[in-house]
């Protein structure tokens, strides 16, 4: 299979990845997006990949989630705990190439696989909100 990679923001090692991967075809970078744009990128993806060590809410994973995106999501930090969770994606050793690589030929080659984790990650995404949020601190095991 062939596939085609968009890099969607920026960051500090964003200059550093483009000197090194930038003529790679097949391989884009959006820079910065917010509003609509985002909703675009989104929308046009098929897999979220999303190898952050010290994210620690997972905004980017739901965001992308209420777009139907898998997420493929470091096992460290706070994305794995929602992947996890909702069965929404696949948690990787982030600090090694292979197995990102790995889940992504994974997911591109698996149909039944990617149509159970796009399903529950619209899932995963229609579930949360903060009423969930606050009726679960108001669960015993929450309260002192």
Known sequence: ???ELAIVG???HLAEIKKEYGKVSGLCFTGFLKGRDLSKAYAAGDVLVFP???DTFGNVVLEAH???LPAIVSDQGGPQEIVRAHDSGLVVDATRRDPIAS???RIASDVELYTRLKRNALISAK???WESVLDMLEKPEFVS
């Open 127 to 129: 579930e949360s909100n």
């Open 52 to 54: 952050s060590l010290t």
């Open 66 to 68: 209420a777009s139907g």
């Open 10 to 12: 920026d960051g500090p």
């Open 103 to 105: 889940a992504m030929r």
């Open 1 to 3: 299979f062939t596939a």
